[in-house]
């Protein structure tokens, strides 16, 4: 494994830096899911008759929508059929171990409870309920993690707020300001109104130094020491690494880190976005970002209504159900010792070996090369079929026909072997 370096230029990652007490949870839970929702999610990707394609969140920066039109979105934001029991519920069939949602994305707008602004859930919509408090109590009763997606800095509602340069002059914003009456207090609101939160992530940087970011996560660990804080909170701070959206590494990566990815191409809901992640898509990148020894974060865009795309649903449960039978080979486990292969890529734990074939050989033989331990036995994960095996040196040659699933997108076997590698 190498260190992460170079691939977001903030990150610190020298080994000096003390790993969070909290983080064995975060490195063996694996599979989380972000879901993106705010007004944007009501827009759908079409703004006065105009299709606009790609991040559903940003439409009000493509489409330059004026904050005094923007916030009239809000009179007719009513979710109601928003039903934390459900969403709670695919979580847990989908197999997520944590869930981070969208409190407040760079639209401004607040999907929670919030004293610090009308322009929240509460007070500027005829929705009137607080959903984060449904769900955070939703998630808690089923184990999963929850945590919350904060932009910090960019805030296109406010008029000290980073990055809308189509209301407000940005040579002239008092950041610091923006950050002391807005940002600060509603983290604070966040950290303190939801139960114990697994996660608080963060989002694009800016407008404060290495120092005063060092003061702003102070303030709010104080709050919830057990909390993780993502890298984009910034100067190379933060708990775990995020990689860039849609990034899995090439090669493994030490650490405690996270790919996030769309399930369709947006991350907010768009309504002629139909470019879901199939079930196979989605296991073979679960177990491609294991591989590399982190998690994968797949988000979810609801729309307006508070529905979950039906593809979404589907996908998620259908990947659920292989991870119901084959997690043993994700959850928990580290990068895998032999780098990837013609038919797939490999995890680990102590004694084991995962071998996750994508692509069956055409042959039923797996090789394995440069495998120098003694192997004791190979098995298939699902129904456990025992499987013969050979080495020849270092080479370990596996025959999988006695594996009848040939549809499946990823076979999992596993190796027991003696000794460390
Ligand atoms: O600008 C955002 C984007 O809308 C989305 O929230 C993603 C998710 O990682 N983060 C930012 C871009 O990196």
Known sequence: TVKAQGMEEMWDSSASK????????FKDAKFGMFIHWGLYSKLAGTWKG??????GEWIMNQAKIP??????????????????????????????KYMVIT????????????????????????YK?????????AMRKRGIRFGFYYSQFQDWYEPNG???????????KDYQSYYRQKAI??????????GPLGIVWFDTPGGMTKEQTAAFVKELRQLQPNSLFSSRVGQGMGDYKDFGDSEVPPVPIEGAWESIYTHNDSWGYIAHDMNFKSPDEIIKLLANVASKGGNLMLNVGPDGSGKIPEYSVKYLQRAGAWLKKNGAGIYASTAGFIPAQPWGVTTAKPGKLFLHVFNRPLNDTVLVPGFTNAVSNVYALDGAVKLPFIKKGEDLYINMAAVKNVRSPNTVLV???RGTP
Do not use: C
């Open 18 to 25: 003390k790993e969070h007490p909290n983080i064995q949870w």
């Open 50 to 55: 105009k299709n606009y394609y790609g991040s």
């Open 67 to 96: 904050v005094k039109d923007y916030r009239k979105i809000a009179a007719d934001f009513n979710p109601v059929n928003f039903n934390a029991e459900e969403w709670a519920q695919l979580a847990e069939d989908a197999g997520v």
């Open 103 to 126: 409190a407040k994305h760079h639209e401004g707008f607040s999907m929670f409870d919030s004293k610090v602004t009308g322009f929240d859930i509460m007070d500027a919509t005829p």
């Open 129 to 137: 309920k607080d959903p984060m408090k449904a769900l955070s109590a």
């Open 162 to 172: 980073g990055r809308n340069t189509w209301d407000y002059d940005e040579s002239k």
């Open 185 to 194: 207090p509603q983290l604070k609101e966040l950290l303190t109104n939801y």
């Open 415 to 417: 190796v027991e072997f």
